[in-house]
């Protein structure tokens, strides 16, 4: 039986799989035996569907070494130190770049109201003319007018088309020959935040020496198993010894988590939500912050310059960016993942990827 | 557009000893700034102002060092939360959220905020949401008449156009409050309104009790 390097864990803990008695799909893509913690923490990350970590760093018990080789890999000791080059213009390249690879077909900008989406689009308006941005619509739902309804006013509706993504998932039949699809995918990875703007004085702290305030964080509020927490703890550990970087601060600790076990998840959320084939993704979809630059400025800012743990710092740089167009001192000061409404459902087909990488199973009789 | 300018201001407190005392409290700024009695008229004023900030809905009542009178509109921006007592990115959409402790701050003012300005544009909006919710309680038949209107049991009821007909003002009021961040902007828009529609100005005149 052929070896799977791809399984999106969180559906092995739900009702269908455990229904599904003859299923022979194999385990040892989950991280050894520790089933019962990797389960509550899967559940305590409800948009997360997978754990992996990413080449270059090691985990025991977990053997994704192709799939993560040939698509998501980073030499961290190599590229540490080599970017010096700030958000604003990592971002610029990244659209001159893509807009000379892939102008043959219109662009579909995947648009949910948050930070990075609409740094998408302000770089769009920022460097392209008016008969140029006819090449562009804008794919959005009435979550993300509501996210943020000024800016979809002020600067969307006046400059693109507008395409409702209410059923966007299933009419993308429809669109992978019309569009290239951008995504804002993962920049949440890049920036490794999510939490960290309100740790407080805690951000700065050794994550080694306070693991209890590290422990009392990620249970606060929420029905986490604490041995479970503890786990995640320890398994963090050992992948942070694994590489060679400077990982000391609780917020440094946040940022490692998002950056390496979450960012395969966020990569292959079209996988597994849309059942697009690992191959295809490439066709199809464009993962606007998967660039070795956003890469190595996310590195270098995590470890030269760790985020400080106070709010109204999250994601600066992207609203420093956005503000060059869309002035809000609302936005600049406010704007958080707190009020993001990007949609990112739970995954319901169970997704195996094996060792070629050309198969894509969807068991969609466990629906 | 005298009677948009005094519009009442409400301290918060609920109604009877012992219902459902709620906060919306603002992380960046790191304390209260409104304090409801009303949970559905909460989450509505949340959605509201999305476009300014979020704000995350604390069951106040539940905190081991409530009492009664201990915090109001007056002095909300005064009082936090536990430290690190829920995540904020996992708990938005949730259900009231409970605090261990209320903790009386100083509020910070790293925004150049005006604090009492904020505080007005929230008791603002929640003033509207109040009155979008009264005029569908004047009439006590409301509901049997929605369903037999709908039912059509009757040919003379016509009961659905006036329901059109609020309904659409209430869209058309939370519509200004969303995309307007300006109280003299907000009551232009809707003055206009009053101007072409009598009823609601009449309704809205009784309300204030200026009719």
């Known amino acids: 039986m052929p070896t799977n390097l791809y399984i999106n864990q969180s559906v092995f803990f739900g009702r269908q799989f455990q229904q599904q008695k003859n299923c022979e799909l194999t385990y040892h893509t989950l991280f050894g035996k520790n089933w019962k913690f990797l389960k509550s923490c899967l559940l305590n990350y409800p948009q997360t569907s997978s754990w992996y970590p990413r080449f270059g760093s090691n985990m025991p018990g977990l053997h994704t070494q192709t799939l993560i080789d040939a698509n998501f890999g980073i030499n961290f000791t190599h590229d540490v130190g080599l970017c010096n080059q700030t958000f604003a213009n990592v971002t610029d390249q990244r659209l001159h770049q893509l807009w000379q690879t892939l102008s043959d077909k219109p662009w579909l900008i995947s648009w949910s109201g948050g930070i990075d989406s609409t740094v998408i689009i302000v770089s769009v308006l920022k460097h392209l003319t008016p008969r140029q941005r006819k090449n562009f619509a804008i794919l959005c739902d009435p979550s993300s007018v509501w996210e943020n309804p000024k800016f979809f006013y002020q600067y969307i509706l006046p400059n693109f088309s507008v395409v409702d993504s209410t059923n966007s998932y299933m009419e993308f039949e429809q669109y992978k020959n019309q569009y290239y699809i951008i995504e804002g995918d993962p920049a949440d990875c890049i920036w490794g935040y999510r939490a960290v703007p309100y740790l407080g004085e805690l951000a700065n702290q050794p994550w080694r020496n306070c693991c209890s305030d590290l422990l009392d964080r990620l249970t606060a509020g929420k029905n986490f198993d604490r041995s479970a927490a503890q786990w995640q703890i320890d398994m963090m550990e050992y992948n942070i010894n694994s590489v060679d970087l400077p990982i000391d601060t609780v917020a440094q600790w946040y940022w490692w988590f998002n950056y390496n076990f979450q960012y395969i998840d966020a990569v292959m959320r079209k996988v597994v939500q849309s059942a697009v084939p690992l191959t295809d993704i490439e066709q199809y979809f464009v993962h606007w912050y998967h660039s070795r630059d956003y890469n190595c400025w996310s590195v270098d800012q995590n470890i030269n310059f760790p985020a400080p743990g106070v709010p109204e710092l999250y994601k600066h740089q992207a609203k420093k960016y956005i503000a060059e167009i869309y002035k809000d001192n609302y936005f600049a000061s406010f704007k958080g993942k707190g009020s993001s409404n990007a949609r990112i459902g739970n995954p319901y087909k169970w997704v195996a990827i094996q060792e070629n990488q050309t198969f894509c199973y969807e068991f969609d009789n466990l629906t | 557009m005298y009677f948009l300018q005094d519009f009442d201001q409400n301290l918060g407190y609920p109604k009877?000893?012992?219902?459902?005392?709620?906060?919306?409290?603002?992380?960046?700024?790191?304390?209260?700034?409104?304090?409801?009695?009303?949970?559905?008229?909460?989450?509505?004023?949340?959605?509201?102002?999305?476009?300014?900030?979020?704000?995350?809905?604390?069951?106040?009542?539940?905190?081991e060092n409530y009492s009664a009178n201990l915090i109001d509109n007056l002095c909300c921006e005064h009082w936090t939360v536990t430290p690190g007592c829920f995540d904020f990115v996992k708990t938005y959409w949730s259900d009231p959220i409970l605090t261990q402790q209320l903790i009386s701050t100083t509020p910070t003012n790293r925004f150049d905020l005006d604090f009492s300005k904020e505080k007005l544009w929230l008791q603002y909006v929640w003033h509207w949401i109040r009155f979008t919710q009264w005029i569908f309680k004047q009439d006590k038949w409301y509901h049997q008449k929605k369903l037999i209107s709908k039912l059509k049991l009757f040919d003379f009821v016509d009961y659905n156009s006036k329901i059109d007909c609020y309904n659409a003002f209430k869209e058309f009021i939370y519509k200004t409050l969303l995309l307007e961040s300006n109280i003299a902007l907000c009551n232009q828009t809707i003055s206009e309104f009053f101007s072409k529609n009598s009823e609601m100005e009449i309704l809205y005149l009784i309300y204030t009790g200026k009719a």
């Open chain 2, 16 to 63: 009877k000893f012992g219902y459902p005392h709620y906060g919306l409290y603002q992380p960046n700024l790191d304390c209260f700034l409104l304090i409801t009695d009303d949970w559905h008229q909460s989450i509505d004023i949340k959605n509201i102002t999305i476009s300014r900030y979020p704000l995350f809905i604390f069951q106040l009542d539940e905190a």
